[in-house]
Structure formats: structure tokens, C-alpha cells
T-cell receptor, first 115, second 114 residues
Framework: AQSVTQLDSQVPVFEEAPVELRCNYS??????LFWYVQYPNQGLQLLLK??????LVESINGFEAEFNKSQTSFHLRKPSVHISDTAEYFC?????????????FGKGTTLSVSS | SAVISQKPSRDICQRGTSLTIQCQVD?????MFWYRQQPGQSLTLIAT?????????ESGFVIDKFPISRPNLTFSTLTVSNMSPEDSSIYLC???????????FGPGTRLTVL
């Protein structure tokens, strides 16, 4: 069975500092990987995804994540965070052979950016 | 990406009552799912809503407690039956399209049971 581990439940950082939110997964099959973001009192939004091809994927707001198959990781990074990046971040995985099927989520990481 | 709406956006209900949540999508989609997000927790899949047939439930969730309908490819309902305070959660529907390989979420329904 697939599972997702987000190693940090809370990550406090100062504005303009770099940040890395860690995600590891376990699966016996090939997977798709996703990061979703949930801003306070809002719904879940897709931040970025890895389906195939380049192992480095980027979002429009400066986040990037790198798929590392040997380490079964998909860590999310941003070189300089803003106050507005404060949110809950969820890593998720789905079975590549059954695209569009249900996601398995990690427990989430709360990113708190302060000035 | 699909535009997904849910109704109601939030509700406060009494113990023992039932609430039906609606999920509407602006395009036909193959897969629809219902998730639960308990306070301070991650998302847990309740069931896959199958068009024209009974929903497929995950371990720990049963049809009597969470009956689901999916009459067509753009609409589904989830009912939370005989509610207790432990059912207080955010309930989210999501849609998956094999062609898009991605899943999108509705805004959620925030349920509080007193």
C-alpha cells in the first residue's frame, strides 16, 4: 500500500529565508506526486505536480519540487518565502497506472512565515 | 481545470440529524471522490462516487453512515447520517480525469455537529 510521510509538522521561518518541506513516499508501483496548499480558511489548491519527464517541477509562485526516485522523496523548496506563503502544505501520491484515481495524503506541514 | 462548487459551504447541525452535501462540476468527469478532513488532520478518502452504480467505500467508512449518490457525470451528493460531534470536519469533493492525470478539489463544506 502507498503511504506518504511529511517529516515536519510545523516549519516556522522568517520572511525572505529559504525553506524546504520534506516529503517521502512508499509505493511498490510507479507514482504521480503532488503538492497541494491550503491557505487559512480556504480550500485545497494544486501547487505543483510530477507526472513524468524532468524531475524538477516548478509552480508559478516560486516553489519547486524535485522527484528523487532513489530516495523516494519529493521535497518542496522555495529560495525566499513571503508572509503570504503561510499555509498548510500537503504532499500526495497516486498510482501512475491508474491516473486520476484517489490520492493518498501526508499529514501536512504548517509553514508559518513571520517578519 | 474543472470548476467545482459545493453546497452548503458550512453548517451547524444537531446530534442525530443528517446533512446532505452537494458537489457540482462544470464539466463531465470520470472520477469523483469524497474526502474528510478532521480538525488539524490531513485528508482521508471516504469513497469513490461511481456514476450509475454504488459508491466504493474505504476501510472504516460504510454506506449506512455516508450514503453517496452520483446520478450523472457532473453531480454527486454525500450524506452524513445520524451525526455526532465526531463527524465535525471539512468534507471535500474532488474530481479526477484520466486525461489530465490530476485531481482538483472543491472548496469544502465545514460541518460542526453540536
Amino acid at each position: 500500500a502507498q503511504s506518504v510521510t511529511q517529516l515536519d509538522s510545523q516549519v516556522p521561518v522568517f520572511e525572505e529565508a529559504p525553506v524546504e518541506l520534506r516529503c517521502n513516499y512508499s509505493s511498490s508501483v510507479s507514482v504521480y506526486l503532488f503538492w497541494y496548499v491550503q491557505y487559512p480558511n480556504q480550500g485545497l489548491q494544486l501547487l505543483l505536480k510530477y507526472l513524468s519527464g524532468s524531475t524538477l517541477v516548478e509552480s508559478i509562485n516560486g516553489f519547486e519540487a524535485e522527484f528523487n526516485k532513489s530516495q523516494t522523496s519529493f521535497h518542496l523548496r522555495k529560495p525566499s518565502v513571503h508572509i503570504s506563503d503561510t499555509a498548510e502544505y500537503f504532499c500526495a501520491v497516486s498510482d501512475q497506472d491508474q491516473a486520476g484515481t484517489a490520492l493518498i495524503f501526508g499529514k501536512g506541514t504548517t509553514l508559518s512565515v513571520s517578519s | 481545470s474543472a470548476v467545482i462548487s459545493q453546497k452548503p459551504s458550512r453548517d451547524i447541525c444537531q446530534r442525530g440529524t443528517s446533512l446532505t452535501i452537494q458537489c457540482q462540476v462544470d464539466s463531465q468527469v470520470t472520477m469523483m471522490f469524497w474526502y474528510r478532513q478532521q480538525p488539524g488532520q490531513s485528508l482521508t478518502l471516504i469513497a469513490t462516487a461511481n456514476q450509475g452504480s454504488e459508491a466504493t467505500y474505504e476501510s472504516g467508512f460504510v454506506i449506512d453512515k455516508f450514503p453517496i449518490s452520483r446520478p450523472n457525470l457532473t453531480f454527486s451528493t454525500l450524506t452524513v447520517s445520524n451525526m455526532s460531534p465526531e463527524d465535525s470536519s471539512i468534507y471535500l469533493c474532488s474530481v479526477g480525469d484520466r486525461r489530465a492525470d490530476t485531481q482538483y478539489f472543491g472548496p469544502g463544506t465545514r460541518l460542526t455537529v453540536l
